[in-house]
C-alpha cells in the first residue's frame, strides 16, 4: 500500500518491515485485525494496518463495511511504545538493548 500523507509518501513495498502484530483472530474472522510496523530510508516509522468488516480499518462501502486497510505514521516515540504494547519480545531487536 502506498500513501502520501502531509506531503510524504509511506509505501510498504519500499520500507522495511520490523514486526507484525495481529489480535489472533482467524484472517476470515469479522473481527481480524492486523498490524504492521515499517521504517523508511529516511527513518521515519508508519503502521500499516488492515481488519475485517467488524475491525478498526474497516473500509464502509455500498452500505455495509469490509475490509479495510491505512497508513499511520508515528514518532519514533509512537513506534517505541507500540512495540512496548504490541510486539514486546521484538523490542530489544529493534531498538537495541535496553538498561535493567
Not at 509518501?9 to 520500507?15: E, G, I, K, L, P
Not at 492486523?34 to 455500498?62: D, P, Q, V, W
Not at 509512537?78 to 535496553?98: H, P, S
Amino acid at each position: 500500500m502506498r500513501k502520501i500523507i502531509n506531503r510524504k509518501a509511506y509505501d510498504t513495498s519500499t520500507a522495511k518491515l520490523l514486526t507484525v502484530w495481529d489480535n489472533g483472530c482467524s484472517p476470515s474472522d469479522f473481527g481480524y485485525t492486523s498490524e504492521s510496523l515499517y521504517i523508511k530510508r529516511t527513518g521515519e516509522y508508519f503502521i500499516h494496518g488492515e481488519s475485517n468488516a467488524s475491525g478498526k480499518y474497516a473500509n464502509f462501502s455500498y452500505g455495509m463495511y469490509g475490509h479495510g486497510e491505512d497508513i499511520t505514521p508515528l514518532t519514533k516515540e509512537e513506534a517505541m511504545e507500540w512495540v512496548e504494547r504490541r510486539a514486546n519480545d521484538e523490542y530489544e531487536n529493534i531498538f537495541g538493548k535496553v538498561e535493567e
